[in-house]
């Protein structure tokens, strides 16, 4: 059980375009997603919290309107890069928690390449 | 500030052989302290996870250790395989920050026959 789902697993797009990232947690309703970021050879670093039904709350740094976060549904979340450019090339990973013993799942993450 | 420190950074063993990773905190209080396994390219994968309160936990050829007087954990893997190459991230659950998890940079370790 607590399986995430995330996909795509793999995007390649121009600069100045959107991309939307899917996260949906299969066999339990998640009410937390989390949105990392992980640069090669480097620890997950934390974008956003989204909450089902509420704005997401972003970390210090992390740019809102860049990237959108939407949490519809029990078990959906996704995150959408804005126009985006080479920098935002990086390996994108969601989790989502469970109330009980403070589960946590990961999905397989998004490697973007902007070009 | 809270942080998570793991050692060695890069690891490399013979297939058959054993290892031990280690990490060491600051965090506290915590609720849990958990142990991933991170495949290149893949989302990290729950290997154990301990309370405060516990002192080892068992997954198959993973065993994990905690011990909260020196706050230090480790993951001692057996019979290593080549399919145990990745990364392994320490993880702690912040009691203080709410539900923040804090992620250490992680071990790699490279098995090789």
């Known amino acids: 059980g607590a399986v995430v789902s995330q996909h795509p697993s793999r995007v390649i797009c121009k600069s100045g375009t959107s991309v939307k990232i899917e996260c949906r947690s299969l066999d339990f309703q998640a009410t937390t997603m989390f949105w990392y970021r992980q640069f090669p050879k480097q620890s997950l670093m934390l974008m956003a919290t989204s909450n089902e039904g509420s704005k997401a709350t972003y970390e210090q740094g992390v740019e809102k309107d860049k990237f959108l976060i939407n949490h519809a549904s029990l078990t959906l979340s996704t995150l959408t890069v804005t126009s985006a450019h080479p920098e935002d090339s990086s390996f994108y990973i969601c989790s989502a928690s469970w109330p009980a013993d403070y589960g946590y799942t990961f999905g397989s993450g998004t490697r973007l390449t902007v070009v | 500030k809270n942080q998570v420190e793991q050692s060695p950074q890069s690891l490399i063993i013979l297939e058959g052989k054993n290892c031990t990773l280690q990490c060491n905190y600051t965090v506290s209080p915590f609720s849990n302290l958990r142990w991933y396994k991170q495949d290149t390219g893949r989302g990290p994968v729950s290997l154990t996870i301990m309370t405060f309160s516990e002192n080892t936990k068992s997954n198959g050829r993973y065993t994990a250790t905690l011990d909260a007087d020196t706050k230090q954990s480790s993951l001692h893997i057996t019979a290593s395989q080549l399919s145990d190459s990745a990364s392994y991230i320490c993880?702690?659950?912040?009691?203080?920050?709410?539900?923040?998890?804090?992620f250490g940079k992680g071990t790699t370790l490279s098995v090789s026959s």
């Open positions: 993880v702690l659950l912040s009691s203080q920050a709410g539900t923040a998890l804090i």
